[in-house]
């Protein structure tokens, strides 16, 4: 958090960017950075949403709500305007309250964020499997370096749909719906959700597999809500975000070995670029350009042109081909993927005694 704030502040203030933003899914990643991002950035009020565990007798809290409390404590001391909602942002009980906080806090917001990454959603569960047939290729256990073939079944029908009906548009749309209706979408207002596409080496478990028939799905609901914003001079948009480490896609079979490449081969090159770089670029040079943000021809923002450089994925195929356990260190970013899986969790940072005694029970303020 504290890394992210401090290459926020040493870019210049925003002077265009939003003033009230909504974030769905702001307690990690690349919500998380977005939030930082507006704020820091930008001076913008923001208000997030994120589904985390407070801290009880027999465990610490989750990353996450560490984060959104940190965050609030350090925008307080900025004189920024925060405030949060902790619950499942797929039920109509967090999306009344949420309603409800706006109009207490903000009114209406220039800038809707949606990010949410999660298994479930109600009675659907999604699945990361290919379609139409199963799937081999290499993968890593990064705890051990150890690289080896493993299959993928494909997904049955209701996988597939199970799949759409998480991570697709519908929730997305019924979110600005909820706003429009409420009119808290002040004019001009605009709405992002995230995406990925990636490479032709993840391309069978990822872009042709059950996510990316969610992706295609979210795709189309910016079409749609995008002509739904038309009478308030709005946007929508899908944003496609180069690859990350996430405990997300840590789950995901093939992708930390194709991450664990790629980060090398663009740190090598000087191109690679995390959530924050990412979010900055974001805000500073597609949304709150002069002359609206450019788009690719299916409407989406790119901002994965750095990791889909030909000359940079050339090398990413050549080393996906060659990588063993035996070359691996040679090949792959294998200490950098487990430092940043590991700092994501709070741990990895030489700066900090983990041997202290501290009291877990961290408060975000706001949900005093």
Not at 189 to 206: D, E, K, L, Q, R
Request: charged fraction near 25%.
């Amino acid at each position: 958090m504290q890394e992210q704030i401090r290459f926020v502040l040493s870019r210049p203030r925003m002077e265009k960017g939003p003033r009230k933003v909504l974030i769905i899914g702001a307690s990690t990643g690349y919500g998380l950075a977005t939030r930082i991002a507006a704020a820091f950035g930008a001076r913008a009020e923001t208000v997030g949403v994120f589904f985390e565990r407070p801290a009880d007798e027999d465990r610490t809290a989750s990353a996450g709500w560490y984060n959104s409390a940190f965050f609030e404590e350090e925008a307080e001391k900025a004189g920024l305007r925060a405030w949060s909602l902790n619950g499942d942002a797929f039920s109509d009980p967090v999306k009344a309250d949420t309603l409800a906080l706006l109009r207490k806090t903000t009114g209406p917001v220039d800038l809707v964020i949606y990010s949410l990454a999660a298994p479930r959603r109600g009675m659907h569960t999604s699945v990361l499997r290919p379609i139409g047939h199963e799937y081999t290729n290499k993968t890593v256990n990064f705890q051990t370096g150890q690289v080896y073939e493993t299959t993928v079944p494909p997904a049955s029908e209701d996988e597939i749909a199970g799949t759409v009906a998480v991570m697709g548009g519908e929730d997305w749309q019924l979110w600005i719906e909820a706003l429009l209706r409420a009119e808290l979408l002040a004019p001009g207002a605009m709405t992002v959700a995230y995406s990925y596409i990636g490479s032709s080496v993840t391309a069978a478990i990822y872009r042709e597999g059950t996510i990316g028939k969610a992706k295609e799905h979210l795709e189309a609901t910016a079409r749609s809500l995008d002509a739904k914003l038309l009478s308030l001079g709005g946007r929508a948009y899908v944003a496609v975000n180069k690859a990350v480490v996430t405990l997300a896609s840590a789950a995901i079979p093939f992708v930390p070995l194709y991450i664990g490449i790629l980060y090398q081969v663009m740190k090598d090159k000087g191109t690679h670029e995390g959530c924050i770089e990412q979010m900055d670029r974001l805000l500073r040079e597609r949304l709150y350009r002069d002359g609206g943000s450019p788009v690719d021809d299916a409407g989406r923002i790119r901002l994965d042109e750095k990791e889909l450089d030909p000359a940079i994925q050339k090398e990413v195929e050549a080393r996906w081909k060659r990588v063993t356990t035996e070359n691996l260190p040679q090949l792959v970013d294998l200490d950098g993927y487990r430092k940043e899986l590991s700092r994501i969790c709070g741990f990895d940072f030489p700066q900090v005694n983990y041997a202290a005694d501290i009291d877990p029970n961290i408060a975000i303020p706001s949900l005093r």
